[in-house]
């Protein structure tokens, strides 16, 4: 058996209401998809460190970390990976798209109208439930 690869995931949600999400590169594994900000933890990091890290170097924005609110498992065909999602706030930067195809803030009511990676569901389904955010 495969070792667990550890990722985090980040939920950035304004006061607006808007939530940050970025759609996959079309050379990537599930292309296209959607999904939130974050990635692999590497070495002598922090999953926290890790999540601000991605963030920066995925959308350019420097966040602060309010909360891990999720944990999950879940497997793909060529491993196991275990997710913590965070629920963070924009400290300063201005978006790019340094590896997705796209990245934008739509209304968290809008979110159902987007198709997102699987592993990514249990961060819609925590939003839904922890934040009390119905969509």
């Not at 990537?28 to 990635?39: A, H, I, M, Q």
């Not at 201005?94 to 699987?118: A, R």
Request: aromatic residues 10%; glycine residues 6%.
């Amino acid at each position: 058996m495969k070792n667990k690869i550890r990722q985090v995931a980040v939920a950035i949600i304004k006061k607006d209401g808007k939530i940050l999400i970025c759609k996959r590169s079309r050379h990537s594994k599930n292309p296209l998809l959607w999904e939130f900000p974050g990635g692999k933890l590497e070495q002598g990091e922090t999953l926290e460190q890790c999540a601000i890290r991605e963030t920066l170097e995925e959308v350019g924005l420097n966040i602060t970390i309010n909360s891990a609110f999720a944990k999950t498992s879940y497997k793909y065909d060529d491993g196991p990976i275990d997710f913590t999602f965070f629920d963070a706030s924009v400290v300063s930067g201005e978006i790019v798209k340094n590896v997705h195809e796209e990245v934008k803030w739509i209304d968290i009511s809008e979110i159902s109208d987007y198709t997102f990676c699987l592993a990514n569901k249990e961060i819609l389904a925590r939003l839904r439930y922890d934040m009390k955010i119905t969509f």
